[in-house]
Structure formats: C-alpha cells, structure tokens
C-alpha cells in the first residue's frame, strides 16, 4: 500500500503518465502470454490491473 499513499500526492497530470506505464506494463504481460516466449507471472497481472485501477480511481476523486 506504500505505492497508493505516494500516489495520493501525485498531480493530475503525473496520475496520467502513470497511468499510461502501467497501461504500457500490461500491455507487455500479454504479448510475453500469447507468444509463449516465457511464463509470465500471473500475479503481475492482477497486480497491474489494480495498479491501473488505483490511479484511475485517484484521477476520478482529484477531478471531484
């Protein structure tokens, strides 16, 4: 949870960069799972996924 309270303090606009390397992170975890290159931890994607999540819900209470 040390990651939420930091990115409490964040601005709108580093919400967004962060939103899009997580977006980007994701993105990565499911190439690596259709190519079959190597086994990708499951754990990482529910981890980016709420991640995202976070951030979203942090941009949706700034903008209230």
């Known amino acids: 949870m040390k990651a939420t309270k930091e990115m409490k303090s964040l601005q709108h ?3 967004k960069v962060r939103l899009e390397e997580f977006k980007k992170e ?3 975890h499911h190439v690596k799972a259709a190519s ?4 990708v931890n499951p754990g990482k994607f529910k981890q ?3 991640n995202i999540a976070r951030v979203l819900t942090l941009m949706n209470q700034k903008r209230v």
Do not use: R
């Open 13 to 15: 606009s580093e919400l």
């Open 36 to 39: 079959g290159a190597s086994a």
């Open 48 to 50: 980016t996924k709420k």
């Open 26 to 28: 994701l993105l990565k």
